[in-house]
């Protein structure tokens, strides 16, 4: 499956299957939200001690298998206009919140050029 962050493919046939998107969904505990909190203030520098980037990392590949699998299951050919959102949803104050990963672009299937068939004389 071929994926592109291009909303159109110049020079190419194709016809618009439909929208396919992936989500996936990580739960952040307190203390893992607050040091989120403060890596936002003054960094982690290479480290990944809040231990978010693994999740974000993990549950974005996930969201992303699961439009592909939608994509397939539409027998497109690749997938366009791709675009990741990432949000934090809070939830009771002594649970820390969700991690929300989206993905979703533009299934599409190309279309087959046609072969004229020159008639003998």
Do not use: C, H
Not at 47 to 56: D, F, I, L, Q, S
Request: charged content about 25%; hydrophobic content about 35%; cysteine-free.
């Amino acid at each position: 499956m071929k994926l592109s962050t291009l909303n159109n493919i110049p020079d190419k046939e194709y016809e618009v299957i439909g929208l396919v998107n992936g989500m996936q969904v990580r739960s952040l505990n307190l203390l893992r939200s607050a040091l989120s909190g403060v890596a936002s203030i003054f960094g982690t520098g290479k480290e990944n001690w809040t231990g978010v980037t693994n999740k974000y990392k993990k549950g974005s590949n996930e969201a992303l298998d699961d439009m592909i699998k939608q994509a397939k299951k539409l027998k497109a050919d690749e997938i366009i206009g791709i675009s990741f959102q990432t949000s934090q949803l809070s939830t009771a104050a002594d649970q820390g919140g969700m991690l929300v990963m989206t993905v979703y672009g533009t299934a599409i299937k190309y279309k087959e050029k046609k072969i004229s068939k020159k008639k003998k004389k």
